[in-house]
């Protein structure tokens, strides 16, 4: 099993920036790839980027293109996620998760085999 750990949520004004972590431990980190999806409150859980295993492939939801980058680093066992010009619609919690294996860059929640416990970005307006 992986587990991990989000951290670096906040609450921000428009227009500022936050860089979210995600530390992995356990088994094998995810070959097939991590990703960042966020849920505000009564919406579903939606994608937001995704990285593959080298980083040398991401992929964004249109609506945070341009302004969020999701960088890794295996020999740390982190993914990050860097925010800037965040919006009071980008409110939310932000969950980590990964794949054990497959094409990277996948948009739906049941393409992924484990998860974060999230954390809470808050952007004022």
């Known amino acids: 099993q992986v587990q991990l750990v989000e951290s670096g949520g906040g609450l921000v004004r428009a227009g500022g920036s936050l860089r979210l972590s995600c530390a992995a431990s356990?088994?094998?980190?995810?070959?097939?790839?991590m990703g960042w999806f966020r849920q505000a409150p009564g919406k579903e859980r939606e994608f937001v980027a995704a990285i593959s295993w080298t980083g040398g492939s991401t992929y964004y939801a249109d609506s945070v293109k341009g302004r969020f980058t999701i960088s890794r680093d295996n020999a740390k066992n982190t993914v990050f996620l860097q925010m800037n010009s965040l919006k009071p619609e980008d409110t939310a919690v932000y969950y980590c998760?990964?794949?054990?294996?497959?094409?990277?860059?996948?948009?739906?929640?049941?393409?992924?085999?484990?998860w974060g416990q999230g954390t809470q970005v808050t952007v004022s307006s």
């Open positions: 356990g088994r094998t980190f995810a070959s097939g790839g």
């Open positions: 998760t990964g794949r054990y294996l497959g094409v990277a860059g996948r948009t739906r929640t049941d393409e992924y085999n484990y």
